[in-house]
């Protein structure tokens, strides 16, 4: 591992350089602050051997007056440094969040499928925060340092050069300790990291699934796995400490050495007379200033290495594609910007899918074909693959073999923006924000007015409730919609599906623990799209069935059946059974 990623300082740097004037304040500090640093020692020197030594008394006020001169501006320019450079750092990392959070808005939805929430929320806080805290004021402060220990060096070569070749001795033993413990310190804070990103996630799905977990007394297991984490990072965090705590103490003892050193030499030297008193105590005073960055610059190894531990988990939310990354615009939206303003068909031919390479097949060679104004169910058995139909016509996943034709156009070619003004998705997962059903319903859309608003939700029959609750369109919803029943709240998911007054819906019904009332409601919304959609619907219910067009039975990722609801009977085949089943149940 290298002390530093170039590429990881360039990233940080791209959001840095917009704030750069104030970097530029800051940095012009710097010098002032190397020569107040290297005139202190000097003033020093020369006090106790013009002065001190010889009994001159004559001009001491002035020279002391100087030296404190000097230390008030030492203070000053360290302080504008800090002001000005770690200010612009924080101005660079909250653009830096916003714009990771909108990078992870633009991430394809597989994404979600297969990472926890927790690992973006951990990028987006606790990483971000040690970027804070260590690499975008150690590394500043580093550079500073490390450019005021080069002055000082150079100093005291001036001042005996014996001496500071005593000091630059004892360089390479600390360089190897220090290489060799801070390449322990970024794996262990790298693992820490990793365990901390998965406890997160595993502790945001326990809190989402708490009334689950209550419900069926898993407490005990739950907190079991998740102690398991917080060992795993208590483990990494103590290796940490560790070694942090050997880096001082090692670069601790060989201060001390080097200082005992230089005074058991410069000793000898003024009792030979090669060197003055104040040349000895100058150059102990220079020592200990070179030290203090040496010493501050140890407690920076291990934040800086922490830092950088998080960054590169933050540097994969760049990596991460977006939805429409790496593909040029399609040629509908330049050549043919009309062809997408109304839904006329869409055709599914020889589409086969599986979710991963090594993965199964779980659609085989579906064909079918949907047309304006007409309605497509799908029916089957858990794993048939019908929700997956769905996905890829929401865009979720596009690494389908075969062709699925939307007007004619591949869909693979079209942006998700582009087909989602086609296609609204009635999913049976209902998930609604602690803002107004207002909101709720148009997610804060331009494009979406109040009274729009209000016809979705009359359009599926939910005007009635919420018009006889508080506030009526600005009542707050809290806890996922928790202060309204299940189905009050699958019927405001249903008024968001139609807000946007897409032409095909992509119906998921589900009316599962819904009150009789609120069903019929949900049942008339869906008849009611029935008469005015296109529509491909997962079919639950009987009605729904026999509302169809055309009914697609599948299994195991095929289409095993297909036809009108009588024509089907007539079969007496697998639907027949399906129906059979559904009618019992």
């Known amino acids: 591992m290298k002390w530093f990623d170039l590429h990881l300082i360039h990233r940080f740097w791209g959001y840095l350089k917009c704030y750069r004037r104030q970097v530029y304040v800051g940095a012009m500090a710097v010098p002032l602050s190397i020569l107040c640093s290297v005139l202190f020692p000097w003033l020093i020197m020369h006090i106790i051997d013009t002065k001190v030594v010889t009994g001159e008394i004559s001009g001491l006020y002035w020279w002391s007056g100087l030296l404190l001169l000097v230390l008030l501006g030492n203070y000053l320019s360290d302080a504008l440094f800090n002001y000005f450079l770690q200010t612009s750092a924080l101005h660079a990392l909250r653009d830096m969040r916003a714009d990771m959070f909108a990078r992870i808005l633009a991430f394809p939805r597989r994404y979600f499928d297969t990472t926890p929430i927790g690992v973006s929320l951990t990028r987006l806080t606790s990483d971000l925060e040690a970027v804070n805290e260590s690499f975008a004021q150690g590394l500043l402060s580093m550079v500073r340092d490390v450019l005021t220990?080069?002055?000082?060096l150079i100093f005291l070569a001036f001042i005996n050069w014996k001496l500071a070749l005593m000091v630059l001795v004892m360089g390479p033993p600390t360089y190897l300790v220090?290489?060799?413990l801070r390449r322990r310190l970024r794996e262990s804070y790298a693992r820490g990291r990793v365990v901390l990103s998965q406890g997160t996630g595993y502790l945001q799905e326990s809190l989402n699934g708490m009334k689950t977990v209550?419900?069926?007394?898993?407490?005990?297991?739950?907190?079991?796995k998740y102690g398991g984490y917080t060992q795993g990072f208590y483990d990494a965090q103590s290796r940490s400490n560790f070694y942090d705590s050997a880096l001082f103490a090692i670069i601790e003892g060989i201060t001390t050495i080097a200082m005992a050193l230089i005074i058991w030499f410069g000793a000898k030297e003024i009792l030979a007379a090669s060197i003055t008193y104040g040349v000895l105590i100058g150059f102990t005073q220079t020592l200990d200033r070179i030290f203090v960055p040496i010493r501050d610059f140890t407690s920076q190894i291990a934040s800086i290495q922490r830092a950088l531990a998080a960054f590169g988990h933050i540097e994969e939310i760049y990596e991460q594609p977006l939805q429409e990354e790496g593909k040029q615009s399609s040629p509908m939206s330049t050549r043919q910007p009309q062809a997408l303003e109304q839904f006329e068909s869409l055709v599914f031919e020889d589409v086969s899918f599986r979710y991963n390479e090594s993965g199964p097949l779980v659609l085989?060679?579906?064909?079918f074909e949907l047309h304006k104004g007409s309605q497509i169910a799908l029916v089957g058995g858990t794993g048939s693959g019908k929700s997956t139909i769905l996905r890829l016509l929401t865009k979720t996943y596009d690494n389908y073999s075969g062709s699925i034709r939307l007007n004619g156009m591949e869909?693979?070619?079209?942006?998700?923006?582009?087909?989602?003004r086609l296609f609204s998705l009635m999913q049976q997962e209902v998930f609604l924000f602690n803002r107004s059903i207002e909101f709720n319903i148009g997610l804060g859309r331009e494009d979406i007015s109040a009274?729009?608003?209000?016809?979705?939700a009359r359009y599926v029959y939910a005007d009635g409730f919420?018009?006889?609750?508080?506030?009526?369109?600005?009542?707050?919803?809290?806890?996922?919609g928790g202060n309204l029943s299940a189905g009050q709240c699958q019927l405001i998911a249903f008024a968001r599906a139609m807000a946007s007054g897409s032409e095909v819906v992509l119906l998921d019904e589900a009316t599962s623990s819904?009150?009789?009332?609120?069903e019929r409601l949900i049942q008339k919304a869906i008849d009611h799209v029935f008469m005015d959609k296109t529509v491909i619907a997962i079919a639950h219910r009987l009605s729904t069935i026999r509302h169809s067009d055309q009914i697609l039975v599948l299994e195991k990722g095929q289409i095993i059946e297909r036809g009108s609801h009588s024509e089907l009977i007539d079969m007496q085949g697998h639907y027949a059974g399906l129906l059979n089943a559904l009618s019992e149940s």
């Open 149 to 152: 220990t080069l002055a000082l």
């Open 178 to 180: 220090t290489e060799m």
């Open 214 to 224: 209550q419900l069926y007394s898993a407490e005990d297991q739950v907190q079991h």
């Open 364 to 367: 085989k060679g579906v064909s």
């Open 411 to 420: 869909l693979r070619d079209i942006s998700q923006a582009q087909a989602g």
């Open 451 to 456: 009274a729009q608003v209000r016809d979705a």
């Open 466 to 480: 919420i018009e006889q609750l508080p506030g009526q369109y600005q009542f707050e919803l809290q806890g996922n």
């Open 514 to 518: 819904v009150d009789s009332v609120t």
